[in-house]
């Protein structure tokens, strides 16, 4: 049950996130048309063929303001602040902290490696003995 709480405060902060980018860019929408927009935004997202709904939540999102009355220029620049809050924007520490991994990989992998190939090479070739 804490769970489903847990997401339903979620889905409705990200409802009122589209309400205030709405805000934002000067339309005066009421919450529940933000609301409904995000909630079939969300579902046509999740059955989309798309992966994490790329393109199916914003043409969803901005179809349905639309229809409740948004401008389209309206709905689709506070559709787009949306998306960029609430997806690409956190998206970005995980990218640095992925880069910060990799790079620590690489050189635990290259440091794990130079022994071995220290004690495969061949030795080094002498002067005298020719």
Not at 8 to 17: G, K, V
Not at 31 to 60: K, R
Request: glycine letters at 8%; zero cysteines; aromatic letters at 8%.
């Amino acid at each position: 049950m804490r769970t489903v709480a847990l997401q339903l405060t979620i889905f409705l902060l990200d409802a009122s996130t589209l309400w205030l980018t709405l805000s934002a860019v000067g339309a005066r929408a009421q919450f529940w048309v933000a609301f409904a927009s995000f909630a079939v935004a969300s579902m046509v997202a999740t059955i989309g063929p798309v992966p994490v709904g790329l393109g199916t939540f914003e043409a969803a999102s901005v179809g349905m303001l639309q229809m409740l009355g948004v401008p389209i220029e309206a709905a689709l620049a506070g559709t787009l602040l949306l998306r960029g809050f609430t997806f690409w924007l956190p998206m970005l520490p995980g990218v640095w902290l992925a880069r910060i991994e990799l790079r620590a990989g690489r050189r635990k992998a290259t440091a794990a490696a130079a022994p071995a190939a220290a004690a495969t090479a061949p030795p080094p070739h002498d002067e005298r003995d020719t």
